[in-house]
């Protein structure tokens, strides 16, 4: 029985930095009320609470399995949590939004140096079958803090520990965190690679002003009217990306480590792969995040009971996506197209529900639109990533899976800086109004998922590399 606790005890510090970084992705959504009042806090700033931490995550991602494979794994994860736990006591003690959304970046970076160090550890702790069994775990841990995020947020929220409100959704973060950092260093081993790949700080400089150029006018635009500002920044950001774009093709040529290898985009099959990721996840943070604004600001309901309407979604979407393995096996892309248009469906029945009830109407009739969103994400969250991986060779494995996660977390700040401007521009007419015009938008982007998903490779082989229940978080970094 000891050996088993001692063999297995790596996992569960692993787990904990698993089970937070997504966590906190899902947790916000039932305290963003509570944030925008308590601390007065504007529309835009109640974006960048969840557009920021996918922002910076994405941004470090790929370079955080890079400096783990130098310095360390285990060392890089001890940082990354670290940060994550400081920055997330920030946040908890956050005197004004400015203090809480520069927290949430740094949430964001502790959260890249986590995630890719954690597949990395667990290939190095447990070879062989085990290390099935110890990712099978990681699936389901991810699984988990997505579906119960928001439930716990407003179980949280509702117990007001010291009167703390929804600052406790950080602050239980800090001895969680502590009591990981605690037995890190004992219980898992280091490690690092034999040919490191070195960072590529040029890139990194220059994706980062890219993204923000973007994200920034789609959150700050609407509030200010789309001043000219804003039309420069859309510019510049296309410009910045071509610059990114040639400068990774000829340190490619040069034989260097591009932070985006170019190679990844000659294959039509993974360039459609990576731009059906990016559109997919530009609807799910920002779905969660009106859902989460009609439900209270709209509806009147308290953190608790709106995370209880959530978990209609998040049981719906855990019964689905155990049976995804299998079936994206059977019908391979197609899932992913079936999945697309099964929670567009969601969306419209939503919609409906809006449309005729506003802000009322029987609770119990957003079941039909939740139950159909959490299957049609079930459908295609793990089947998408499994999909594209399938045809990877073994040399770009590991490339394609760090390009799908990066696009997972772009998606997921850019959905909620669009969207965002969305919601907030039909503010003025009601909250159901402005919810139900979000829905529209979500609805034809998820037809536009649907019809891309028709590009993506064919039937994955029965060889393939498992993915997390999750998806998004687990990228194998090279």
Known sequence: MASRLREWAPLAVLMIGTFMIVLDFFIVNVALPSIQTGLHASESAIEWVVAGYGLTFAVFLIAAGRIGDRIGRRRTFVIGLSSFVAASALCGFAPNEGVLVA?????????????????????????????????????????????????????????????????????????????????????????????????DVGGMVLVTAALVALVLPLVQGQSAGWPTWTWMSFCLSAMLLVVFAISQRRLSARGGSPLLDPVLFRNASLRSGLATQLAFWCGQAAFFLVLALYLQQGRGLSPLKAGLVFT????????????????????????????????????????????????????????????????????????????????????????????????????????????????????????????????????????????????????PKASAAPVGAAGATDAKVA
């Open 103 to 199: 927290a949430r970046l740094a949430q964001g970076v502790g959260a890249a140096l986590i995630s890719p160090n954690i597949l990395s550890l667990l290939g190095v702790v447990y070879p062989g079958e085990r290390r099935v069994r110890a990712i099978t775990v990681y699936g389901l841990v991810m699984g988990l803090a997505a579906a119960s995020g928001q439930l716990i947020g407003g179980l949280l929220i509702a117990a007001n520990v010291a009167g703390a409100g929804w600052r406790t959704i950080f602050l239980i973060n800090v001895p969680v965190g502590v009591a990981g950092l605690a037995v890190s260093r004992r219980l898992l081993p280091e490690s690092r690679a034999e040919r490191a790949k070195h960072v």
């Open 312 to 459: 209609i979604l998040a049981m719906a979407y855990l019964v689905v996506s155990l049976r995804a393995p299998a079936l994206t096996m059977r019908f391979g892309r197609d899932l992913v197209f079936v999945g697309a248009l099964v929670l567009a469906a969601g969306d419209i029945a939503l919609w409906v529900f809006v449309h005729h009830y506003g802000s009322g109407g029987p609770l119990g009739w957003l079941a039909p639109g939740l139950l159909l969103a959490g299957a049609g994400m079930g459908l295609a969250v793990t089947p998408l990533t499994t999909t594209v991986l399938a045809h990877a060779t073994p040399e770009t494995a590991g490339s394609i899976s760090g390009a799908l996660s990066t696009m997972q977390q772009v998606g997921n700040a850019l959905g909620v800086a669009l969207t965002g401007a969305v919601f907030y521009g039909a503010l003025d007419h009601g909250v159901a109004t402005a919810f139900g015009r979000s829905l529209v938008q979500l609805t034809v982007l998820l037809v536009g998922v649907a019809i891309l998903t028709k590009c993506l490779p064919g039937r």
